[in-house]
Structure formats: C-alpha cells, structure tokens
C-alpha cells in the first residue's frame, strides 16, 4: 500500500494542480494520503467505475456528525437535517425519492424555457460592460449571473439575490473547507436559519398564490406524494441556490481564462460559433469547476488492487480522469473541436449534476453574446486561485479589458 | 392510449447516457443499468406513458421514444 501525506492546499497544487495529477496517476493511480485520511483514486476507468459502485456512499455528512460530541450535534441538528436531505449527499432508496422530486422540476424541457430568463439578464450585465475599460469577471458577471438565474427560476426576487450571495457563500465554505474558518458551523447555523425563515416566506406565499415558478412545481410535486415534505421542498431550493452558485461562476470564469490562454483555439471560436457546444464540454473537462468528490465505503474493496475497509473515506479526482491519456488524446491540450468528450466533472451515475442543462446554457449564452459583443477581451491581470481542496474557484477579481 | 403499445419502440444514445438511473426509478421492470454503467431497455412491449415519463426526467435527453414508421 502507498501512503503519502500531500497537502491539497499547497499553493503550487492550487495554482496548477495538472502536472501532479499526471504524476501521482502514472506512479500510484489508487493511494492512501495519510494528511487527508483517505484512499485517493486518480485513473478515468476507476474513477468511473466508482461513481457507478453503489458500495462507495455519497453521505459523507452523517459520518460527520456522528462524530461530533451530542450537545454540538443537538445544535446544529438543523445543518444536518438539511444537508441530508440534499441529494448531493445522500444514498438510496432516500436519494431516489428526492432526485426524483427535483428533477421533475429542472427536466431539460424546463431549462430550455430560460433561454430568455438568461439571455435578459446576461444582456443587462454586457450593457455595463460597455461603458468600461476593464472588468472583474468574478464580481461585475460570473458571480452575479448563475445567482440570478435560479433566484429567478424558484421564483425568488432579484432585489433579494444578495441574501443568496451570503448564504450560499456561508455554506459553500463549510462544505468545501475554506482556510481559516474555524467557526465554519456557527456561521453555517446562522445561515440556513435565516435561509429557512425566508424560503418558508415564499413556501407560504404560494399555498394560496401558486405561480409558474420551480418551489410552485416542487410543491405540486408535494401534493401528490405523501412521503416528501415541506422541509424537502425548501432544502431543496437550498441547494438550488448553493449548487448553481460557485459551480456555474467557476465554469465561465475558467473557460473564458481557457480560451484566453490559447489564442488559437479563440479564434476559431471567433470565426465559427458552431464550436460553442464542443468548447463547452471542453472548458469542463480542461479545467472545471471541481477537481474531486468524496464517498464513503460501505464494505470491504478492492480498487486497483488496494484493500479499501468499511468505512474509509475515498476522494475520486475527477479533474485527474479527465486528463488520463488512456482516455483522451493530447490530454494536456485545450481543444474547443474535441468530440466525443467523456468527462467527469459533471459526475456519473445516480449523482450526475442535476443543474448541467442549466449550467451549459448559462455558458452558451454567455460566451455567444461575449464573443460577439467584446472583439477585444483579454486578460488584465493575474490568475489566482483560491485555496479550496475540491474546487477550483478563482479569486476576485479577474480583471479582463473588453475595449 | 394504451399502456403496452407494440408500435413503439425505446431508443436510448448511449453516447449521452451517464446512467443517472432516472429511468430505472420510473420504470424498474424494462430500464436497467448495464455492467458498463449506460441505460437498457430490456423489454420486447414497451409502456408508452412510462417510458414517456423517463424520456422527460432523463437529464441528457438520452431516451427517445420511436414509432414504428421512424416518426
């Protein structure tokens, strides 16, 4: 067995984590990291193997919490009750139910009809662009955009998408361990307390006043299904918000930064649009939102001949699959024309990111109306990432000069 | 309409498919999950509202449903 103790935080492994997973995936494709407590999983075939293993469990919340002292537990049972009620982070038969409860809300059909929803207001955001030199992509557009967009699908008013910002961002740092926050669950607990209070506002509204909105579907949904909640409804609107927050930010500030970097593959952008769908699927495979996601093993196994027990947690690097040469040609190489395109970063499985409809039209949309709209956007200054174990989020701002 | 319906047949791209299972929790007697992780339909007769029902939640658009005649 091979055991090493990287530190995930290491400012050379966030500025650029490529060239390490290229070594630790020739070298020790399936490890043990003693600094993260974990067995560590970099090659395509096992990574996708195991997001298919219904033995590798998604919860890895009540582990958490079961470790937790009782009276801390007793406090923050309301994190818990909605963290296991996302189905980010939970397994069957719950997930099923659940899965099955959203999606009847965000079906492709349903996503399609907010090509205008995104397009009004991606064009506002451009109009400011307009009347500058430079921008921060972060702050002035990929921060703001995502939020907006599923504030207005669950039918939330625009006025409030700053609450959304400092909940979201709350709970986003408790999940994803940001640096430095030891009072990561205080702050948490505060959050989805007020986050609730004000969902449960517009949950109300809509048991007299149903609209054509996502929470009106979801409690429609409710209505004939006596098994989910109300509690469902609003933690599920949760994690609307927080999952197409960061995730969606980081997938136009990379590709925009991808196509930056490679002037020659922008160009072809430029010329022909009809790579848009093709430079998609690449900007979330070269450099995605998240790098990796978590499980927890549910018995004994053997991944690539190392011995995984009951219990082990295991971190699967998506952002190393998809850049495994037994999987992809020139994997190194940026190429908005590759297809097929099999990557990870969206998940597989029964986890397969419910918002990538949504997600590919926001960056559609943006990077159509982009090209066209700014012939000059270049970088304007450095690149830096912040230091986050399973993400790979830009730090503010990311400043572009569109004239 | 009826439920089993001969005319109709289930086609699933397996280029798009990433086996989120959505079809076999809304028909788990004619979808499956394959050993390589993608969608089947396993059934001669197909439920047409059931199958319908998979095609709507399916978050690829992977599953088409095809008449006969290829409409």
Redesign the interface.
Known sequence: MIRVSHDYLDPGFIADPYPYFKKIQSEMPVHWNERWRGWIVTRYDDVYAALHNDRLMADTVTPYFNAMKPQDREKYALIYDVLNSWTVFIDPPKHTRLRRLMQRAFTPRAISKMREVVEAILAKQLDKWEQKKQIDVIDDFAYPLPASVIATMIGAPLEDVHLFHVWADTLTNLLHGGVGASDRLTRAQTAVEEFNVYLSGLYAQRLTNPRADMMSWLMEAQASDPSIRKEDVIYSCMLLLVAGHETTQNLIANTLVALLMSPDQLALLRQDERYIPTAIEEGLRYNGPAKGTMRVAAGDMEIRGASIKHGDRVLLWMAAANRDPEKFAAPDTFDVTRSPNPHLTFSHGIHFCMGAPLARLELEVALTHILRRFPKLALAGPVVYRPRVLTRTMEAPLLMAVA | MTSSNAKFRVVIDR?LC?????CV??DSRRFA?GPD?KAEYSSETVDVDLAEEAA??????AISLLSEDGT
């Open positions: 280029e990433v086996g989120s299972g959505l929790a809304t999950i992780g709507e939640l399916c978050p690829q658009s």
